[in-house]
């Protein structure tokens, strides 16, 4: 059986994988210096020039790249190549502010190819593996970023992209798929789906399930695994999945560390913190050809490990995102993220609207919590509410180690702004 696991580079010693990362990195930062002239603007504004980086040990001194900068570029601002060398773009949706487009050499998809390969490999796939992509396609990198990574493990590759649950389960059915790739909640959807028509999880083919591009708790993961019978994992993307990849131990993601080097910082002050700290996440792609960052600041809370893993592998774990580090929140000494507080409602099926009300009472912290109930929740029984109040104080607890003061409220009863509900009040600024 063909398997697609590198241990030379997987489970490579510190020293190879720092020896690595010099080499590329003085080679990456020349290369940004000679043919992206936004950076070596921002590169002269701080004062380092390519002689400054002579080891990832420099690479502190170089300046931060953010998500504005990408949008502030578009479309090809930070293009390191002719266009003429650039195979492909992809693009985000654009929802919020202007789109960020990515541009890809052949080398670039190669890369980004082996680095999803591995996260097949690694959570058990190989050629004898069904792989069903139920990632969106098209300018989304999620779809074909997998499918690429299926096709190099030798995986027989289903792109049947997002939506349409009926096909996807007739398809999971019909040709025994082992491994599915896909949101969390579509997946989870998809799990339900399968419940309701009867399917119980030893008649379900799947094994394994590939789930990313969208926060997820560990509440979900459990159900998932319980309703379809399978191991969920995570993976990581950063213009493409695979930066990093989950493994059997599923205890956080094994970072390609030959083709990306992570960093944590203080998001408030910019400095590197010592590994094991909680901090923003930050990455620099060092063999990337057409579209390289350097030290990209992801707004991701997060911690590295480097630790003897069951899997053999020696690259640096990063955990489970906890948040984003431009809505995080200080109540009573504890950093709160809205998004944990998210996961806590959806874990018990209320919709994601809800509003945090922050307060401050003979100086100490409230936390109020505002839910809406949907219309089929509804109901006037107080009892009733309290009961299911009581549960999300209970889970809140669990997940802030905080308590808050949870209400429910009337359908459709949080006022929204363009459509969008105000998450957060802090009145204690005022
Ligand atoms: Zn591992």
Redesign the pocket.
């Known amino acids: 059986m063909e398997r697609y696991f590198q241990p030379e580079i997987e489970c490579a010693s510190r020293e190879q994988i720092k020896a690595w990362q010099d080499e590329r990195l003085v080679k990456q930062v020349r290369h940004v210096w000679d043919n992206v002239p936004s950076y070596r603007k921002k590169m002269e504004e701080k004062g380092v020039t390519p002689e400054d980086i002579q080891s990832s040990a420099d690479l502190y001194k170089l300046p931060f790249t953010s998500k504005a900068d990408l949008r502030d570029n578009y479309p090809d601002g930070l293009v390191a190549v002719p266009r003429s060398k650039c195979v492909r773009v992809h693009a985000t949706s654009g929802t919020t502010g202007k789109r960020v487009m990515a541009f890809y050499t052949q080398h670039d998809i190669d890369l980004w190819t082996d680095c999803c390969a591995r996260a097949i490999t690694?959570v058990g796939g190989s050629e004898e593996d069904v792989c069903q992509i139920a990632y969106g396609y098209g300018m989304f990198t999620g779809g074909i970023g997998l499918d690429q990574g299926s096709r190099r493990v030798g995986c027989l590759t289903v792109p049947i992209s997002s939506g349409n649950t009926d096909r996807q389960i007739q398809f999971i059915r019909d040709l025994g798929t082992t491994i599915l790739c896909c949101t969390p909640s579509y997946a989870a959807y998809l799990g339900e789906s399968m419940h309701e028509m009867g399917m119980t999880p030893d008649q379900i083919p799947l094994k394994a399930g590939i789930f990313g591009a969208e926060a997820w708790s560990e509440e979900m993961r459990q159900d998932i695994q319980k309703t379809m019978g399978i191991k969920a994992y995570d993976i990581y993307e950063l213009s493409g999945p695979g930066v990093a990849f989950e493994?059997?131990?599923q205890s956080g993601m094994?970072i390609n560390e030959d083709h990306f080097i992570a960093e944590i910082i203080d998001p408030d002050t910019g400095e590197v913190l010592p590994e094991g700290s909680k901090g923003e996440l930050v990455f620099t792609s060092i063999d990337k050809e057409a579209f390289p960052l350097l030290r990209y600041r992801t707004r991701d809370i997060c911690i590295l490990k480097r630790e003897k893993?069951?899997?053999?592998?020696t690259l640096v774990?990063m955990c489970k995102p906890m948040g984003r580090s431009d809505d995080m929140l200080i109540i009573r000494g504890v950093n709160v993220f809205p998004s944990q507080i998210e996961t806590v409602l959806l874990n018990h099926g209320y919709p994601a609207n809800y509003q945090i009300i922050v307060g401050r009472v003979k100086s100490t912290d409230t936390l109020d919590v505002h839910v809406e109930m949907t219309t089929e929740m509804f109901t006037d029984n107080v009892g009733e509410i309290e009961r299911r109040q009581k549960q999300l104080v209970d889970g809140l607890r669990a997940m802030l180690g905080l308590a808050a003061k949870v209400t429910l409220v009337a359908p459709k009863s949080i006022v929204r702004s363009e459509g969008k509900a105000v998450r957060v009040i802090d009145n204690r600024k005022i």
């Open positions: 690694a493994c059997s131990a094994h893993c069951s899997c053999g592998r774990k």
